[in-house]
């Protein structure tokens, strides 16, 4: 039989709190950790990738002033439009390749891009348009001294073939001086932009981090005030029992018995209670975030959401509506044709209405067939007692409805 002190030791011991130790450490960890990735230059998103994707090969709307000489000047033979219009094509081809490409790879196709323009200025100063492009690449992907380095570079090689090459070429330089000049600007622009949303993110996924570790330290903490003295009450009255059965007073050991019974339920009530208070899956938290995503990868995100039917649903209903959004989002991302999508939330009488919708047009060739991701919608949707509705034609919509009456019994089931 164990002591009242050891018992009280092992206790305390069995209570999962090692972990509120670390808590702090972990923290200041995690905060040094973040510090230091901060004041590293992180690896530039491609030009190709998200929202840039759009701009990026929208931007090459601006090359077309490559054929302005052409076009304004005295007429050419039809050998140089051909020649101008498959170096143009080929421009095209390495700046689209070169937006697709890791830094480490960039120098090569900036270098054929830079030969290209040359080429292509010894019969149109319009060569000078591809120029810019360069220097606007440039100035996105280096850091400031590494970018001016190279544009002071370039701008050198320019100017020796303003004097070697191209005599008497005036409109030529300035042009690709200006041009230089000015995209480079956008290009630092556009690179600090970035960097700016990197580190916002950085220091909202540390904040989510930090958050995870308090909430943990938290449930540790109710969980040891809750079952550490109830343990200890629990153990000493089962020995008190057990001597009093060994002394044959035995309604005296019903009494104990009886009294370890309401400890155990009152102990069984007060961790459901603490584990009830854990931080719920916030369905504001998750359209934001989704939103945030989709929005990053090209998609024009419209939400209308009604701030009364958050609150009117159950902490259950909650987070399964917001996995179910989720789920939609991870949809989108890997099949949608589309680049659009609107999320609705209303409260409706006493109902609450979900609606998603993808502007994707669903080819209607082949059967379509539900996979795990919509099974799993309506697995969610059937444990909420919600009617689910999807929809692919024209295209994909999916609407979600909760009886808020059933609040109360879904909580508790």
């Not at 259950?316 to 987070?319: G, I, N, P, V």
């Given at each position: 039989?164990l002591s009242?002190?050891?018992i009280r030791?092992?206790n305390?011991?069995a209570?999962?709190?090692?972990?509120i130790?670390?808590?702090s450490?972990?923290?200041?960890?995690d905060t040094?950790?973040?510090?230091?990735?901060?004041s590293?230059?992180?690896?530039?998103?491609?030009l190709?990738?998200?929202r840039?994707?759009?701009?990026s090969?929208?931007?090459?709307f601006?090359?077309?002033?490559?054929?302005?000489?052409?076009?304004v000047?005295?007429p050419?033979?039809i050998e140089?439009?051909?020649?101008?219009?498959?170096g143009y094509l080929?421009?095209?081809?390495?700046y689209v390749k070169?937006?697709?490409?890791?830094?480490?790879k960039?120098?090569?196709?900036?270098?054929?891009?830079?030969?290209?323009s040359?080429?292509s200025?010894?019969?149109?100063p319009?060569?000078?348009?591809?120029?810019?492009?360069i220097?606007?690449?440039?100035g996105y992907y280096?850091?400031l001294?590494t970018?001016?380095m190279s544009?002071?570079?370039?701008?050198?090689?320019?100017?020796?073939?303003h004097?070697?090459?191209?005599e008497?070429?005036h409109f030529?330089?300035?042009?690709?001086?200006?041009?230089s000049?000015?995209?480079?600007?956008?290009?630092?622009?556009?690179?600090?932009?970035t960097?700016?949303?990197?580190?916002?993110?950085q220091?909202?996924?540390a904040?989510?981090?930090?958050?995870?570790?308090?909430?943990?330290?938290r449930?540790?903490?109710d969980l040891?005030?809750?079952?550490?003295h109830?343990?200890?009450?629990?153990?000493?009255?089962a020995?008190?029992?057990?001597?009093?059965?060994s002394?044959?007073?035995?309604e005296?050991?019903?009494?104990?018995v009886?009294a370890?019974?309401?400890?155990?339920?009152?102990?069984?009530?007060d961790?459901?209670q603490?584990?009830s208070d854990i931080?719920?899956?916030?369905?504001?938290?998750?359209?934001?975030?989704?939103k945030?995503?989709l929005?990053e990868n090209?998609?024009?995100?419209?939400t209308?959401i009604?701030?009364s039917?958050?609150?009117?649903?159950s902490a259950?209903?909650?987070?399964q509506l917001a996995?179910?959004i989720?789920?939609?989002?991870?949809?989108t991302?890997r099949?949608?044709?589309?680049?659009?999508v609107?999320?609705?939330?209303?409260?409706?009488?006493?109902?609450?209405k979900?609606?998603?919708?993808d502007?994707g047009?669903?080819?209607?060739?082949t059967?379509?067939?539900?996979?795990?991701?919509?099974m799993?919608i309506?697995?969610?949707?059937?444990?909420l007692?919600?009617?689910?509705?999807?929809?692919?034609s024209?295209?994909p919509?999916?609407?979600v409805?909760?009886?808020?009456?059933?609040?109360?019994?879904i909580g508790?089931a």
């Open positions: 039989m009242e002190k050891s030791n092992s305390s011991s209570v999962p709190t090692a972990h130790g670390k808590g450490d972990q923290i200041d960890k040094s950790t973040y510090t230091e990735n901060e590293a230059a992180p690896d530039m998103p491609l190709a990738s998200g840039k994707k759009r701009w090969h929208g931007s090459l601006f090359s077309l002033f490559f054929f302005v000489p052409l076009i000047s005295r050419h033979p140089t439009w051909v020649l101008q219009t498959l080929s421009f095209v081809i390495l070169a937006i697709n490409q890791p830094v480490k960039l120098p090569t196709y900036l270098l054929l891009m830079f030969l290209l040359v080429a200025s010894f019969q149109n319009g060569g000078a348009t591809i120029v810019g492009f220097a606007f690449i440039v280096n850091s001294k970018g001016v544009i002071g570079v370039m701008m050198l090689l320019l100017v020796s073939l004097l070697t090459v191209f008497n070429a030529l330089l300035s042009a690709s001086l200006l041009n000049l000015v995209l480079f600007g956008f290009g630092v622009m556009e690179r600090n932009e960097l700016h949303s990197i580190k916002e993110s220091q909202a996924e904040l989510r981090v930090l958050s995870a570790i308090a909430e943990r330290e449930i540790g903490r040891h005030d809750v079952a550490g109830a343990l200890s009450s629990i153990s000493l009255k020995q008190l029992a057990d001597k009093l059965i002394r044959n007073k035995i005296d050991a019903h009494r104990e009886k370890l019974a309401q400890l155990s339920q009152a102990l069984l009530s961790i459901r603490a584990v931080k719920q899956l916030s369905l504001s938290d998750e359209i934001a975030k989704d945030a995503l929005e090209g998609f024009n995100v419209t209308n009604d701030s039917a958050e609150v009117r649903l259950k209903q909650e987070s996995l179910i989720k789920e939609l989002t991870t949809n991302l099949y949608s044709k589309g680049n659009a609107s999320l609705g939330l209303e409260a409706i009488g006493k109902t609450v979900m609606t998603y919708k502007n047009v669903v080819e209607n060739s059967p379509l067939k539900e996979g795990n991701g919509l799993g309506r697995e969610r949707a059937a444990s007692r919600a009617d689910v509705d999807i929809s692919f024209p295209t919509v999916v609407t409805q909760l009886n808020i009456e059933q609040t109360s019994s508790t």
